[in-house]
């Protein structure tokens, strides 16, 4: 009788298993189907969040101060965000479009005219005797030069224009994640809520700490990566423009995404300074190098004013965090990173904390 019930049990087993599989996989499959429908839409709602997240002490202040309108706050900060992107990159553009053509016009007619370089140039490191040599032809002859040089001419070019294109991309992805930001804002209550529904079934007790930990550590790489990268910029523009530099916008930019990607600025500046002494006279150059390298080391001191304020994690562990992850996942890597980073030590110091205190209450032997 025993062994007739187990072989009556053997198929139902069996059948349990098959029907626990075909359930598994159709959840698998409805959650990769969900996850590719989504997939494009997921680097903006990120975005969308991580702005949501960064600007929401903002959107507090300003909400107060329009007598507790949050809609009204959140449109007030959608179009000065619009605005402080769109024109100054439109302008850009639009500036580096007629550039590239009165250039280029002026190769094609031969009415533009370089002046002759001055032998300071040739005491450059490294690049002095060939910009020397490349400067004085080009003086000479621009038409011989750029004849000479078409296909670098024409693919540096082709990388311009990408660039621009990819300006363009970037651009509207801004402006889509800004609204998303701003929903999210306006909506404040529901979606910390909604978070906090599926923080706490994921992670039980921990789950409101580790949406503490997330937001504070978004901000913190927004004021002190992303703040002083801007500040730096801010900085570098204005001695650019007072020492009369070309294209000093430009520099500027390059000076911003620098910073960013955790360079010093100083690859940027100090050929601009080995530049300006070869126009200028030697006090405002030598004044301007020192303005350059202040600048470039001003994040030694204003990284640590801002980055891991008013947390319990390290300075260095946001830092990495967020400089390995922008090495992995590009911009939106800072904060992906350092989030990733900051939860890892966090979780990894209690898991210390719960060792050690198991070894205090063990009982010792008399």
């Known amino acids: 009788m025993k062994q007739e019930s187990s072989l009556n049990k053997e198929p139902t087993i069996n059948q349990q298993v098959i029907d626990i599989a075909i359930k598994l996989g159709a959840v698998a499959l409805l959650i990769g189907w969900c996850f590719a429908i989504l997939r494009p839409f997921i680097l903006i709602v990120m975005w969308g969040a991580i ?13 107060r101060m329009v007598r507790g309108k949050a809609g009204i706050a959140s ?30 016009n002026g190769i094609e007619q031969g009415t533009l005219k370089i002046p002759q370089a ?124 007072i020492a009369g530099i070309p294209g000093a916008g430009i520099w500027a930019i390059a000076v911003l995404i620098l910073a960013i990607a955790q360079l010093p600025p100083i690859l940027i500046l100090g050929p601009i300074a080995a530049y300006y002494f070869s126009v200028a006279d030697t006090t405002p150059a030598i004044i301007f190098l ?20 008013g947390m319990d994690i390290p300075m260095l562990v946001i830092l990495l965090g967020a400089i390995g992850g922008m090495l992995l996942s590009g911009i939106i890597g800072l904060f992906v990173g350092a989030v ?25 032997e008399p």
Do not use: C
Not at 51 to 61: C, D, F, M
Not at 350 to 359: A, F, P, T, V
């Open 290 to 309: 020192i303005f350059s390298i202040l600048v470039s080391s001003s994040d030694a001191f204003l990284k640590p004013l801002f980055l891991g304020r």
């Open 75 to 104: 449109t007030i900060i959608a179009l000065v965000g619009i605005t402080i992107i769109v024109v100054p990159s439109v302008n850009l553009s639009s500036s580096s479009i007629d550039s590239a053509q009165h250039l280029y």
């Open 118 to 241: 001055n032998e300071s140039v040739k005491e450059w490191p490294i690049i002095g005797e060939q910009s020397f040599a490349l400067w004085q032809a080009a003086s000479e002859d621009i038409q011989k030069v750029a004849g000479q040089y078409s296909e670098q001419i024409k693919s540096l070019s082709a990388s311009l224009l990408s660039a621009v294109a990819g300006l363009g991309g970037g651009i509207l992805q801004f402006i889509v994640s800004l609204i998303i930001a701003v929903v999210f804002m306006s909506k404040a209550e529901s979606s910390h809520q909604g978070v906090q529904r599926l923080m706490t079934r994921l992670m039980g007790d921990n789950g409101q700490r580790t949406i503490d930990t997330t937001i504070a550590t978004i901000r913190s790489v927004a004021t002190g990566v992303l703040g002083v990268a801007v500040i730096q910029s801010l900085l570098s523009g204005i001695g650019l423009l």
């Open 51 to 63: 702005l949501a997240v960064a600007l929401k002490p903002l959107h507090n202040k300003l909400t």
């Open 340 to 364: 990733v980073l900051a939860l890892g030590y966090q979780l990894m110091m209690d898991w210390l904390s719960q060792h050690e205190e198991s070894i205090e209450e063990t009982p010792t």
